[in-house]
């Protein structure tokens, strides 16, 4: 695959630490991208989240075929194994009782894309200039939509908007979303927390992806548009732009680079960029 990658947080303007968390990597075969929202006082959300995106990432970094029939028990079963770490240790550490995190996990490989989620951090695609929410939120106001009884406008502003139905390690078990679907030249994914998708809406967000700017600029933008209406929570945001799909590589060559490789979560600095 030929990639554009591009990974950053902010504290965002009201909140004094960052409970978000993320790890974007990428290869010529395949690309890895977690984007994490804890919960919990104490800074536990904040462990939960880096937890999630550590488990999560050591679980599925490996994957570089995407079309075996147990790739989708793979991705729900690395979400059930940091579930079940960030519960345990929930039970362990009374200063961690509470913690909790959303998981939105993004992987490319060939010409299919597999997602797994829980929690409301989304994953959108811009295709043919349109934008699609692949991922569908597992929240209070979601289910009041499903149910006919607010309108998606009514939902963004109710005040229990950021009130999740889900959440890695908040109990014993979860049942992760898992959805698959087909990779073309041009797409652009982004895998973002509630904090950019929260306060700049749909229309606005497909405006800044239309851009042809680079994934690194396409962030900063986000990011600065989010702030700039209020940044009310932590803001994460991945943009991943897909040049070239199924492209044959020997294994044993690297992949073209921009700055140091995104392997590590939360070890990239503002503005860095990976092409693969």
Do not use: W
Not at 80 to 103: C, H, P, V, W, Y
């Amino acid at each position: 695959m030929d990639l554009t990658v591009a990974a950053r947080t902010d504290v965002g303007m009201i909140r004094s630490g960052n409970e978000d968390s993320f790890f974007a990597h990428a290869t010529t075969q395949a690309g890895l991208f977690i984007v994490a929202d804890g919960m919990g006082g104490h800074a536990a959300g904040e462990v939960a989240s880096e937890m999630a995106v550590q488990i999560v990432a050591r679980e599925l970094q490996s994957i570089a075929d995407l079309h075996g029939d147990g790739v989708r028990d793979r991705v729900s079963l690395a979400l059930r194994e940091a579930n079940r770490a960030i519960f345990e240790r929930t039970l362990a550490e009374s200063d961690k009782q509470g913690m909790g995190t959303t998981a939105s996990v993004l992987m490319l490989s060939g010409k299919r894309y597999l997602i797994g989620q829980v929690g409301d951090s989304r994953i959108y695609v811009l295709r043919d200039g349109g934008l699609k929410q692949l991922t569908k939120d597992h929240s209070y106001v979601q289910e009041q939509v499903d149910a006919g009884l607010l309108t998606p406008e009514q939902a963004r502003y109710h005040p229990y908007s950021n009130v999740i139905t889900r959440c890695v390690g908040a109990g014993e078990s979860i049942e992760p979303d898992t959805f698959a679907g087909e990779v073309k030249p041009g797409d652009v994914f982004l895998v973002a927390s509630d904090g950019l998708t929260g306060m700049v809406d749909d229309r606005r967000l497909q405006q800044l992806l239309l851009s042809r700017a680079t994934a690194r600029r396409v962030v900063d933008a986000l990011i600065a548009e989010a702030n700039y209406r209020g940044g009310l929570d932590n803001i994460t945001a991945i943009v991943v732009q897909v040049q070239k799909v199924d492209v044959q590589q020997d294994e044993g060559e690297a992949p073209t680079v921009e700055g140091p490789a995104l392997d590590e979560p939360n070890e990239v600095s503002p503005g860095q960029e990976h092409a693969a």
